[in-house]
């Protein structure tokens, strides 16, 4: 039986761009311009975000990538905890947030069917 998720799988990135060059060419340069290391924000902490966004979509290469990515910037174990349980604390509050809204929108149509 063979993964369902590889890290392998990141090799076969050049044949899909082949397939679709526009969109993935467009796409590529839009990731590649976000990782650069001339922005205002530095790599490390780059890293540190996206990786918590990784978390956030759970995202397996997404991981791969920039848990490779941070430990080459010289994050460090802690900082990766860290980012982590901010981006668990915020997905929460996302969760509070739409109940929020949920809870509106029920109030709104409760008594819809009633006469």
């Not at 039986?1 to 839009?30: G, R, W």
């Not at 995202?59 to 430990?71: E, G, K, M, S, T």
């Not at 980012?83 to 709104?108: E, K, N």
Request: negative net charge; hydrophobic residues 45%; charged residues 20%.
């Amino acid at each position: 039986m063979t993964d369902y998720q590889s890290s392998d799988d990141l090799k076969s990135i050049p044949a899909f761009v082949a397939l679709a060059p526009v969109e993935a060419n467009a796409f590529l340069a839009f990731n590649h311009a976000v990782e650069r290391k001339d922005g205002l924000i530095p790599p490390k902490y780059r890293e540190l975000i996206s990786l918590a966004v990784a978390l956030t979509t759970q995202c397996a290469y997404c991981l791969d990538v920039h848990a490779a990515q941070a430990a080459k910037a010289g994050a460090t174990r802690e900082e990766v905890a860290e980012a982590a349980l901010i981006a668990a604390a915020v997905r929460a509050g996302g969760t509070l947030g739409h109940a929020l809204l949920a809870q509106r929108l029920f109030d709104g149509h409760r008594g819809e069917g009633e006469n």
